[in-house]
């Protein structure tokens, strides 16, 4: 069940999508939880991490370096050229600039994994710019989006504590505490991920779905091109700073797949349910995109010799 939510999830969260536009009234109540939503979905995250993912970190500091400096300046720099380019609603240029500060998703995971590229790497990026997230989305939002409407930093940065570190923490230590237990309900926590996310869209699109009658197209061109850019420049990026072909995937899809529930749910709880907008076609997008485009790498396998790092990194976790 939980590999075939995770293969048709794009299809999943679009349907999902489309439904709450057209009867958005059901799902309205949905919306006081997508905080505690994305909690689940970060303490199944925690369950996951084991000590080998976090020793990435001393093994191989050069690309993974590179790859969250990549996340964090590709994505923003991206929003801020498509936001001053476009006369955009204040509360629709927040959410652009929200999903282009928030941290690497957990779906990249797993797109890496089927574009044959450097898994322990793609989750060693994942965990530390989800980490630093609370520093560093707060001042980037305030950076770009102050402009547009006022940014309460220090709540922002709580809500990110509260949201993704400290279950994460706890997820982390389930699993060091209770690892049968953990053992036992893994193999659910793609089903359970893909479940919680879809009712955070549903929630989240249900609350915008007069704004997506209205500037949708809008939207979801700027969203087409904000996951373009990051996917296109995250592997600019890893190429000229010299990483291996199977690195650069990894790379590549961190930088260009965000964590829009986490956007989302940012922007319902310090902006308006319309900044929520761009996270929730964001959501949809990425998964699609980088479906199509693992689908193209899995057929063209990086070289052996490109490859070693990941095994060896594999066989180590």
Do not use: C
């Not at 794009?10 to 958005?24: D, R």
């Not at 690195?247 to 529930?261: K, L, Y």
């Not at 693992?294 to 066989?315: I, M, N, T």
């Amino acid at each position: 069940m939980s590999r075939i939510a995770g293969t048709w999830f794009p299809v999943i969260v679009l349907a999902a999508g489309a439904v709450a536009v057209f009867v958005p009234g059901a799902f309205l109540p949905v919306a006081p939880f997508i905080n505690p939503l994305l909690m689940v979905i970060m303490l199944g995250m925690g369950m996951t991490l084991r000590g080998a993912d976090f020793a990435l970190v001393a093994k191989r500091p050069i690309p993974l370096l590179i790859g969250v400096l990549a996340q964090f300046i590709i994505m923003p720099l991206a929003a801020l050229l498509l936001v001053s380019v476009f006369n955009l609603e204040a509360a629709i240029a927040v959410g652009v600039i929200l999903v282009a500060a928030a941290p690497g998703g957990t779906a990249s995971n797993v797109i890496v994994y089927l574009a044959k590229g450097d898994v322990a790497l793609s989750v060693a990026m994942t965990s530390v710019s989800t980490l630093v997230a609370p520093v560093l989305t707060p001042l980037i939002v305030l950076w770009i989006a102050n402009s547009y409407l006022a940014v309460d930093t220090v709540g922002m940065f709580i809500s990110i504590v509260q949201i993704v570190i400290i279950p994460i923490i706890v997820g982390v230590l389930t699993r060091r505490l209770l690892p049968g237990l953990v053992d036992r309900i893994i193999d659910w926590l793609p089903l359970v991920s893909v479940l919680v996310i879809t009712l955070v869209i549903l929630a989240v699109v249900a609350g915008s779905a007069e704004t997506i009658l209205t500037s949708g197209l809008i939207v979801a061109g700027l969203v087409v091109a904000l996951n373009g850019l990051g996917l296109l420049l995250g592997y600019v990026a890893a190429r000229l700073a010299g990483l291996d072909e199977a690195a650069r995937r990894a790379v590549t899809f961190e930088v260009g797949m965000q964590n829009s529930g986490l956007a989302a749910g940012l922007a319902r709880t310090h902006f308006t349910p319309e900044a929520a907008l761009p996270a929730a076609l964001f959501s949809v997008w990425h998964n699609v995109t980088g479906a199509m485009l693992a689908s193209y790498w899995s057929r063209k396998p990086p070289k052996p010799r490109e490859v070693a790092g990941v095994s060896e990194e594999r066989s180590g976790r």
